[in-house]
């Protein structure tokens, strides 16, 4: 009899746990606002004193009275808090009242064969995959796509960029665009893949990215941070910096957004080790940016557009994050991106912040577009993808084709602006009208749909917006 008690109490545990009917059992996300000086104080001491992850802001001193925090709390620090925000008058929102089941989510069916499925472009995927579909995609479109390896990890792992290009020629102009700096923000490696297989598919189909690829050839790094985002998938899902070692401390990881030589390790910036915003030993110390810088720097004639993809927050910014001064050519990028959010919102009802780093969220120093900026790239974006924080770093693969879609649309919206702005005017002519210009002599060439186009007004820049529909495409050799 005490034997069957026993077992009806384990049975009825089990049951509790998968129910989630049993309180304290999952990892959370809160929200919580600090009303006063003192609020704040206490927060930026629960962040570091306490077993949890800031999702927003990414460190304690950016925590300020009534700008909301994304707190991370694991289960066996949640009572602990939560008794110490009420002690305090603090309420809490829960954003996510089981970030187990997000992550399993995030991680479930995952496929390594990109023609398996249709959806393949809809889900994450680990690292090892991200590396066979860079190698499976080289090979199926051999006559776009070239691999580049640009350099190696701290721990060895290869950076590879995809070259897409369709016209060998000289002089020809380029886009570079890397995600995953960050190895939480899986959106962004996601975003990479989406890209490059949009482009595939819809050059020669939609106007926009035939014009762009036309014009530009775009390189394409989409895991920047991959030991950062192989231990996400292996050991710490809220993982963010790399993985280096230093002498100096116990503790693993420098920013690599805080790592390139754009006032570096100012404020903004930490020199402490443990910190998420640790800016490293000095400039391009981590080889995963000095890879990046020291590509960029032997193609500085030819990049003419440089984007980082990041999550999340729903931003579109631009130099300087560094510092408060403003950009040379501020009017230009801020009318680039205000463009770009107004086509986001007109299309996807969705609504995206703009504007120059360090004005529209706050200082960060040592970040790769100031550095891009500075280098001689005069059109630098940093674009941070959903969500405002329902999710965060958990977005759900549902959310991936409309967080793609609104990128994609950012990008192809600012490409052309600077394509527009930076040919030179026969070319911009040939461009738009389908006029070749040689020797001062214009040749027409006649396409039927052009004049029909042109008839009715033509598209403008960026008009041309189909979605992307990830389960219309297919492989070669499907």
Known sequence: ?????????????????????????????????????????????????????????????????????????????????????QKHGMTHEVLLANTNELVEMQTRNDSTDPRSSSSYYERYHSL??????????????????????????????????????????????????????????????????????????????NQDITNILDNMDVYVLPVMNPDGYKYTWTTNRMWRKNRSYSKDSFCVGVDLNRNFDANWCTEGASDTPCSEIY????????????????????????????????????????PYSCTLEEAENHNDLLAMVQEAAQKIKRY???????????????????????????????????????????????????????????????????????????QAPQLSACFHTRFCCLQDHYLLSFHPEASQSSASGGPHIGEDVPQFNSNKVSFSGQ
């Not at 066979?132 to 796509?145: A, P």
């Not at 693969?397 to 490409?415: D, F, G, M, Q, R």
Request: charged residues 20%; proline residues 5%.
């Open 1 to 85: 009899m005490k034997a069957l008690l026993i077992l009806a109490v384990l049975m009825n545990l089990e049951g509790l746990l998968k129910t989630g009917d049993c309180t304290h059992t999952h990892d959370q996300v809160l929200s919580i606002t600090p009303q006063t000086q003192e609020q704040a104080e206490l927060l930026r001491n629960v962040s570091t004193q306490y077993e949890t992850v800031l999702w927003q802001p990414v460190s304690p001193q950016y925590i300020k009275e009534e700008d909301p925090v994304h707190l991370f709390v694991p289960v066996n620090s949640s009572e602990t808090i939560k008794d110490l925000l």
């Open 128 to 205: 090892e995959d991200i590396y066979y579909w860079i190698n499976k995609t080289s090979q199926d479109h051999s006559d776009m796509v070239k691999v580049v390896l640009i350099g190696s990890s701290y721990e060895k792992r290869p950076l590879y960029a995809l070259k897409l290009s369709v016209e060998e020629r000289p002089n020809k102009k380029a886009i570079w665009i890397d995600c995953g700096i960050h190895a939480r923000e899986w959106v962004s490696p996601a975003f990479c893949l989406w890209f490059v297989q949009y482009s595939l598919s819809h050059y020669k189909h």
């Open 279 to 318: 800016c490293g030993a000095f400039p391009e110390s981590e080889p995963e940016s000095e890879a990046v810088a020291n590509f960029l720097r032997s193609h500085k004639d030819s990049v003419q557009l440089y984007l980082s993809i990041h999550s999340y927050s729903q931003m579109l910014l631009f």
């Open 348 to 422: 996807y009802r969705n609504t995206y912040k703009y504007g120059a780093g360090a004005k529209t969220i706050y200082l960060a120093p040592g970040g790769s577009d100031d550095w891009a900026y500075n280098l001689g790239i005069k059109y630098s974006f940093t674009f941070e993808l959903q969500d405002r924080g329902r999710y965060g770093f958990l977005l759900p693969p549902s959310h991936i084709s409309k967080a793609c879609n609104e990128a994609l649309i950012a990008v192809k919206t600012i490409a052309l602006r600077v394509i527009e702005k930076t």
